[in-house]
C-alpha cells in the first residue's frame, strides 16, 4: 500500500513533530505555570491591588502564562526537530552522492584510476 504524502514530511515525520510539540507544550506550560504561579505568589504578598482581584482573574493571569509558554516552548522544540530532520536528510544525501562516487571509482580501469 502506498503511503500518501503532502508536502515536505512524510507521516513519520509530522507523527515526529506533533509529538514533539506536544511535549513542548507541556514542559513549557508547566515551566511558565510555576513562574507565574511564584509571581502570583509574590503578588499576594506584596500587593493589596493583586489581593483584591478577583479569582477568575487572577486564573486568567495563570493560565494565560501557562499559554505563553506552552506556545513558546512548543515552537522551540518544532524548530530543532525541523533542524534534526533537514540534518538527517542532508546526511542521506551525501551519503548517496558518496556511495555513486565510491561504485564509479570502482568501475574505472586501473589506468584511468588517480593515483
Avoid: C
Amino acid at each position: 500500500m502506498k503511503e500518501h504524502t503532502t508536502g515536505g514530511l512524510n507521516s513519520k515525520d509530522a507523527d515526529g513533530a506533533a509529538w514533539e510539540a506536544g511535549w513542548g507544550a507541556l514542559s513549557g506550560a508547566s515551566k511558565w505555570g510555576a513562574v507565574f504561579m511564584g509571581l502570583g505568589g509574590v503578588g499576594y504578598a506584596m500587593s493589596p491591588i493583586y489581593r483584591g482581584l478577583t479569582i477568575q482573574f487572577k486564573v486568567f493571569l495563570q493560565m494565560s502564562g501557562m499559554i505563553m509558554g506552552a506556545g513558546l516552548e512548543a515552537d522551540h522544540r518544532i524548530r530543532e526537530f525541523e533542524a534534526k530532520i533537514r540534518m538527517q536528510k542532508r546526511i542521506m544525501r551525501d551519503r548517496a552522492v558518496w556511495e555513486r562516487y565510491e561504485q564509479e571509482y570502482e568501475h574505472l580501469p586501473a589506468q584511468e584510476k588517480p593515483t
